[in-house]
Every structure is written in structure tokens, then in C-alpha cells.
């Protein structure tokens, strides 16, 4: 509920489950309020942009070798608080990594990490692709996903 003459924040924040994916999504809200003593009840549909409080960002670069990729990744740190995160990585013909990002600061990104993919010309080009997730190690319990093709 609002005070009389309060604005609203334009920068709403509510917290999405680990199912959903970075998207734009129509929000449907009902508002109520008091005008002249005369209740009134309008529905408003906006268009907001659902995203994580973790970014996953990355870079594909050709490898050290011939036929090989490199990929690297760092996190970025989207909210007002330090967070522990785990960051596990799945490339083709690696074995899964996982990774711990202590005390990542807000507003912060993590160092590099850096993965390479060899022999990357004989992995079908459907499944050359890594497959990587973030989750907060305590707190929230934020979450992020990624697909990366790595052509």
C-alpha cells in the first residue's frame, strides 16, 4: 500500500525461480486506490524484463591448438550484497567443473576462468556447446544458466 503523494519505484525487484530464463514478460498487476472517496480497481498489464542477480558472462576464442576452442567465463555480482557462489561448468570432453567464487562484492566480477575444448572439429556441432550454471552457496540461493555454443 502507498501513502497519499507517494511515488512508486520504477526498479522493482522480486526474485525468480531457477526454472526460469532471462527474458522480457508481460506483468498483469491490479491496482486499487482512493480517489474523492470512491474506491477504484484498474488492471495493468507491464512489460518487464525478468533477469538474475547473477550474470554469467563469456568469450569464445579459438584455442591454443589447432581444432581446439577456449572458452572463458566470469560472474558478475547483480545485487547490493557479497555472495558465495559455485559455478560448475559442462564442456564436450571434459569432465564437469566446478569452481568456488568466494565473497564476490557487489556490483563485482569474478576473475577469468578459463576452459579449452580440443579436438573441437570431431564433436558434433549439435552438442559442441557448454552448458554452465551459477547458484548462490547461501542466502537467497540465487541461480543463473547459461548455454554457450562454441563455434
Do not use: W
Amino acid at each position: 500500500m502507498l501513502a497519499a503523494a507517494a511515488d512508486l519505484s520504477d526498479d522493482l525487484q522480486f526474485s525468480i525461480p531457477t526454472s526460469e530464463t532471462e527474458r522480457e514478460q508481460d506483468l498483469r498487476v491490479e491496482v486499487a486506490y482512493t480517489r474523492n472517496g470512491r474506491e477504484t480497481l484498474t488492471h495493468v498489464s507491464l512489460r518487464v524484463r525478468l533477469i538474475s542477480s547473477i550474470g554469467i558472462e563469456t568469450v569464445v576464442e579459438a584455442g591454443p591448438r589447432p581444432d581446439s576452442k577456449q572458452l572463458r567465463i566470469r560472474v558478475v555480482n547483480r545485487t547490493e550484497h557479497p555472495m558465495t557462489l559455485a559455478l560448475r561448468s559442462r564442456l564436450p570432453n571434459l569432465a564437469e567443473q566446478t569452481e568456488l567464487i568466494r565473497d564476490l562484492g557487489p556490483g563485482s566480477r569474478s576473475a577469468a576462468f578459463a576452459y579449452v575444448v580440443k579436438d573441437a572439429h570431431l564433436v558434433d556441432p549439435l552438442r559442441l556447446i557448454a552448458e554452465i550454471s551459477v547458484q548462490e552457496s547461501s542466502g537467497d540461493r540465487a541461480c543463473a544458466r547459461s548455454t554457450v555454443p562454441l563455434r
